[in-house]
């Protein structure tokens, strides 16, 4: 380059945009929700944990599974939900009530969450202190 001559301007490219573009392919769509579910399957469990006042190791021993399958399940590093019967499981342990809704997944009723917790989008669950978690 030039002394005098100017660097050229990047353009970039808005994220709202490519992922607009992407999720009109039914495969690419079906693997981010399918991601999009892990998440916050992951975050709610964990969420519900601290509620309790929980470590991983007290409600692994009362689910009857190990610290290293909670921790795997809160991380979400699993390719696929926790099976019905680990969440129920869960469920009991920590009192708590799942419930599966079905609705359209196009329009404009479309939640932007696939899981709540008491009412709330998972993600924004916060602590009893009121901090976010």
């Known amino acids: ?6 660097p050229s301007k990047v353009a970039g490219v808005k994220h709202a945009a490519v992922m607009a ?3 009109k392919d039914p495969e690419f769509r079906f693997y981010y929700e399918q991601r999009k579910l892990v998440h916050e399957v992951a975050v709610a469990i964990r969420a519900m944990r601290k509620q309790a006042g929980m470590t991983q190791i007290q409600l692994a021993k009362l689910v009857g599974v ?3 399958m909670i ?3 809160e991380k979400g590093l699993e390719q696929r939900t ?3 019967e680990m969440l129920g499981r869960i469920c009991i342990v920590l009192r708590k009530q799942m419930r599966l809704s079905f609705f359209d997944a196009e329009g404009p009723n479309r939640e932007t969450h696939l899981v709540e917790l008491d009412g709330k989008p998972a993600p924004e669950v916060e602590s009893e202190a009121g901090a976010p978690l």
């Open 71 to 73: 921790a795997r399940i």
């Open 66 to 68: 190990s610290q290293p």
């Open 82 to 84: 926790p099976r019905w």
């Open 1 to 6: 380059m030039a002394r005098n001559e100017k």
């Open 21 to 23: 573009k992407q999720l």
